[in-house]
């Protein structure tokens, strides 16, 4: 999952053509100051049911009336009147304060407001004092909406509202945060359609829209940018997933628990390497694996359960080295469990449950002692415990001849199989001369 804050991106540790020395040395200045801060209040935690979280260790206090009226003028205020007409329009949004968080939140200092954190601006730009670098309220269980003013803060580097109670859309205003790089609104009450100024963002590498309300299609722009995670799960998007889905170079995508429908686009397996979560369980995708999935050399956890996808697993699945959590659970795949799928070298788990397996051979049965965790529940495989009745298994949904396959006996040659699939013709995507207009 995500990197630790830490660690710089991976965006920013590899070559992006987006990010000039500058903006490098600017986050890596950000980082050192956020993380001195971080120290006192937070704590992190990684995972699709609870996102990541920073913890707000602090007390309560009687919410008090924001005031947008720009500070007095002071030798000693750290920070322009901007920033502060910013932060005060906010919080004149903010409905619910239950533990006072804002209180803090008076007078013209913006650096000691609670949940704000400062720094030295960035080399070259006109600002002499400190500026409001980032955002921190993961857990404050507020309760508002964001607002157009925050575009003012110019050189907000994050912004973390895990877990609080904001709703409405994002605005537009966002895509003038020219060095915003992380964007974690997960766990909030944000409806509407995909919020598409998240996408004119121009530095973003990371994207949290996790647990909220946002629904209809995912644009094919989200997966053109430099976003290294893509975390929308717990939402209600639909569609098929964009053809131009393995052009991103994320290393997690995560599109769980949606209403996504269609099949895995056929040249999703053919990306460039870094890619190490696909998370696309819970959704209502059906079709084939394509054999290009195998050819993620790169993947670590691949989840594809409680969707209705069919036939036999290619055997290109043999090609997944890195690979440690393999669910294919509750489909209705058929025939019999590859031998080279049980030989993966990585794996640590294998879930195969609840679907139409016919047999498996005794490479499988050796991943018990390997101490991999091995569940094939739920299926057809007579003689073994704990399988479907006998009626279930004499027709097998979707067993199409699209979608069979014979199992290969032994492994295919990944790596010629990878060179071929890297040089096989790109979608053509053309960048439209303008976005359409937002709402």
């Given at each position: 999952m995500r990197e630790q804050l830490s660690n710089p991106p991976k965006a920013l540790r590899d070559s992006n053509p987006s990010f000039s020395p500058m903006q490098k040395t600017w986050w890596y200045l950000l980082l050192a100051f956020f993380q001195l801060f971080s120290l006192k209040t937070s704590a992190f935690s990684v995972g699709i049911g609870g996102g990541v979280g920073v913890w707000i260790d602090g007390r309560g206090t009687t919410t008090t009336t924001a005031s947008t009226q720009a500070p007095p003028t002071s030798?000693?205020?750290?920070?322009?009147?901007?920033?502060?007409?910013?932060?005060?329009?906010?919080?004149?949004?903010?409905?619910?304060?239950?533990?006072?968080?804002?209180?803090?939140w008076v007078g013209p200092d913006v650096c000691s407001y609670r949940g704000v954190f400062c720094s030295e601006p960035p080399e070259g730009t006109s600002s002499s004092s400190s500026v409001v670098a980032g955002i921190d309220l993961n857990h404050a269980n507020l309760k508002g909406s964001l607002v157009k003013e925050l575009s003012f803060l110019a050189f907000l580097s994050i912004i973390h509202l895990n877990s609080n109670r904001f709703s409405g859309t994002i605005p537009d205003s966002f895509r003038e945060l020219q060095y915003l790089t992380e964007l974690d609104l997960s766990n909030n009450q944000f409806s509407g359609p995909f919020p598409t100024s998240t996408l004119r963002i121009p530095n973003l590498i990371y994207l949290?829209?996790?647990?909220?309300?946002?629904?209809?299609e995912?644009?094919?722009?989200?997966?053109?940018?430099?976003?290294?995670?893509?975390?929308?799960?717990?939402?209600?998007?639909?569609?098929?997933?964009?053809?131009?889905?393995?052009?991103?170079?994320?290393?997690?995508?995560?599109?769980?628990?949606?209403?996504?429908?269609?099949?895995?686009?056929?040249?999703?397996?053919?990306?460039?390497?870094?890619?190490?979560?696909?998370?696309?369980?819970?959704?209502?995708?059906?079709?084939?694996?394509?054999?290009?999935?195998?050819?993620?050399?790169?993947?670590?956890?691949?989840d594809l359960s409680f969707n209705s996808f069919t036939g036999h697993l290619p055997s290109s699945l043999s090609c997944l080295s890195d690979i440690e959590v393999l669910n294919i659970a509750h489909n209705q795949f058929s025939g019999e469990l590859p031998d080279l799928?049980?030989?993966?070298?990585?794996?640590?788990?294998?879930?195969?449950?609840?679907?139409?397996?016919?047999?498996?051979?005794?490479?499988?049965?050796?991943?018990?002692?390997?101490?991999?965790?091995?569940d094939f529940s739920g299926n057809c495989i007579p003689g073994r415990d704990m399988q479907r009745p006998p009626p279930e298994c004499m027709g097998i949904p979707g067993?199409?001849?699209?979608?069979?396959?014979?199992?290969a006996a032994k492994a295919v040659a990944c790596s010629r199989a990878m060179v071929q699939g890297s040089r096989m013709p790109a979608m053509p995507y053309t960048s439209p001369t303008s976005f359409p207009s937002l709402p």
């Amino acid at each position: 999952m995500r990197e630790q804050l830490s660690n710089p991106p991976k965006a920013l540790r590899d070559s992006n053509p987006s990010f000039s020395p500058m903006q490098k040395t600017w986050w890596y200045l950000l980082l050192a100051f956020f993380q001195l801060f971080s120290l006192k209040t937070s704590a992190f935690s990684v995972g699709i049911g609870g996102g990541v979280g920073v913890w707000i260790d602090g007390r309560g206090t009687t919410t008090t009336t924001a005031s947008t009226q720009a500070p007095p003028t002071s030798p000693s205020n750290p920070t322009s009147s901007v920033e502060y007409t910013a932060l005060q329009a906010w919080k004149s949004a903010v409905t619910e304060d239950p533990s006072g968080i804002l209180a803090s939140w008076v007078g013209p200092d913006v650096c000691s407001y609670r949940g704000v954190f400062c720094s030295e601006p960035p080399e070259g730009t006109s600002s002499s004092s400190s500026v409001v670098a980032g955002i921190d309220l993961n857990h404050a269980n507020l309760k508002g909406s964001l607002v157009k003013e925050l575009s003012f803060l110019a050189f907000l580097s994050i912004i973390h509202l895990n877990s609080n109670r904001f709703s409405g859309t994002i605005p537009d205003s966002f895509r003038e945060l020219q060095y915003l790089t992380e964007l974690d609104l997960s766990n909030n009450q944000f409806s509407g359609p995909f919020p598409t100024s998240t996408l004119r963002i121009p530095n973003l590498i990371y994207l949290d829209l996790r647990f909220n309300s946002f629904s209809g299609e995912v644009p094919d722009e989200l997966f053109v940018g430099g976003l290294d995670g893509i975390f929308l799960n717990n939402n209600q998007f639909e569609g098929q997933i964009p053809m131009i889905l393995w052009n991103s170079p994320a290393s997690v995508i995560t599109l769980a628990n949606n209403k996504f429908s269609g099949s895995i686009p056929a040249s999703f397996g053919h990306v460039g390497p870094g890619i190490r979560e696909v998370l696309f369980l819970n959704n209502e995708l059906t079709g084939c694996i394509p054999e290009g999935m195998g050819f993620l050399s790169d993947v670590e956890v691949l989840d594809l359960s409680f969707n209705s996808f069919t036939g036999h697993l290619p055997s290109s699945l043999s090609c997944l080295s890195d690979i440690e959590v393999l669910n294919i659970a509750h489909n209705q795949f058929s025939g019999e469990l590859p031998d080279l799928v049980c030989d993966l070298k990585s794996l640590l788990n294998l879930t195969v449950s609840y679907n139409f397996f016919s047999g498996f051979s005794q490479d499988c049965d050796k991943l018990f002692f390997r101490n991999v965790g091995f569940d094939f529940s739920g299926n057809c495989i007579p003689g073994r415990d704990m399988q479907r009745p006998p009626p279930e298994c004499m027709g097998i949904p979707g067993g199409g001849l699209s979608c069979l396959r014979i199992p290969a006996a032994k492994a295919v040659a990944c790596s010629r199989a990878m060179v071929q699939g890297s040089r096989m013709p790109a979608m053509p995507y053309t960048s439209p001369t303008s976005f359409p207009s937002l709402p």
